[in-house]
C-alpha cells in the first residue's frame, strides 16, 4: 500500500511514522508513506497556498492551484482508490472504515489547515472526507496521522503477532477484555485467577464474557 499526504506542514508529521509499528511495516516494504508539501507546488510568486474567502469573515482560505496541482502529480504516476480530505464534515473514522481502507492499494489523504480549502476541490477531487470526532483541530495533520495508524497496523504483516490485529477493541464490535502480565501478585492486586489456570478453554471463556460484560457497561450502543 502506498499513502500520500498533502500537508502544508509536513513537519508535523515527521515523527508519527518514524517509530515502532508503523515504521516496521514501513521496513519491511508493506507500506509506503510519503509526506508532501504542498507549498511546494504553488505558482504563487510567495509560495502562497490561501487567500481570503469570498464570503468575507475571518480565516483563510487554501486555493485550488496548489491543491489541484500535487493531487494531479500523483495521479499521473499510479491510480488511487481514494483522495481522503481530513474534515469534521467527514465520516466518522471507526474500525469498518480502516478495514475497508487497509484494502486499497493507493490513497492520498490531503490535510486542511485554517478555514478548509476550497469547495471545488471538494467537489472535484475528494473522493472521500473523513473526520476523527466531533471537536475542531487547528488543522487535519493530526487526523491524518490517527487515520494511517488505524490503517497500516490492519496490513497483513505489519503486527508481528497476526492475530493481535483480530482481537483488537471494536473488532467484532466488543470492546478488549482487560490483561494482565507478571507479577502475578503486586502488593496484593491479584491478577484473576482463572488466567492463571492454564486451561485455555476456560480462559478463552472468560476473556469473552469479559469483553461483553465491558461492552454492555462502557459501549451498550455497539451492542445494538
Ligand atoms: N480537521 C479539523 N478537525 C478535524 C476532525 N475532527 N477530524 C478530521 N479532520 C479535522
Keep these: 500500500m502506498r499513502i500520500d499526504i498533502l500537508t502544508v506542514l509536513p513537519e508535523l508529521l515527521e515523527s508519527p511514522f518514524g517509530h515502532s509499528i508503523i515504521k516496521r511495516g ?4 508493506l507500506v509506503e508513506i510519503h509526506v508532501h ?5 504553488s505558482e504563487d510568486k510567495h509560495r502562497r497556498t490561501d487567500d481570503y474567502a469570498f464570503s468575507g469573515g475571518a480565516g483563510m482560505v487554501m486555493t485550488i492551484q496548489p491543491i489541484e496541482s500535487a493531487i494531479n502529480f500523483l495521479k499521473a504516476q499510479r491510480e488511487y482508490d481514494e483522495v481522503i480530505y481530513t474534515s469534521p464534515d467527514g465520516v466518522h473514522l471507526n474500525q469498518k472504515v480502516a478495514n475497508n481502507l487497509s484494502l486499497a492499494n493507493n490513497i492520498i489523504i490531503l490535510c486542511g489547515h485554517y478555514k478548509g480549502i476550497d469547495q471545488r476541490i471538494r467537489e472535484h477531487m475528494v473522493t472521500m472526507e ?6 475542531v483541530l487547528t488543522g487535519g495533520e493530526l487526523a491524518a496521522a490517527v487515520i494511517v495508524d488505524s490503517v497500516v497496523r490492519l496490513i497483513p504483516g505489519v503486527l508481528s503477532d497476526e492475530t493481535s490485529a483480530l482481537t483488537d477493541s471494536f473488532q467484532d464490535n466488543l470492546l478488549s477484555p482487560p490483561v494482565y502480565t507478571r507479577p502475578a501478585d503486586y502488593k496484593g492486586w491479584k491478577v484473576p485467577e482463572i488466567l492463571l489456570s492454564g486451561n485455555d478453554k476456560k480462559i478463552n471463556e472468560y476473556q469473552e464474557q469479559q469483553a ?3 461492552t ?3 459501549r451498550p450502543d455497539l451492542l445494538k
Design 26 to 29: 514501513q521496513d519491511k516494504g
Design 216 to 218: 454492555r457497561r462502557l
Design 37 to 41: 508539501n504542498i507549498r511546494d507546488f
Design 212 to 214: 461483553y460484560d465491558r
Design 130 to 135: 473523513i473526520s476523527i470526532g466531533d471537536y
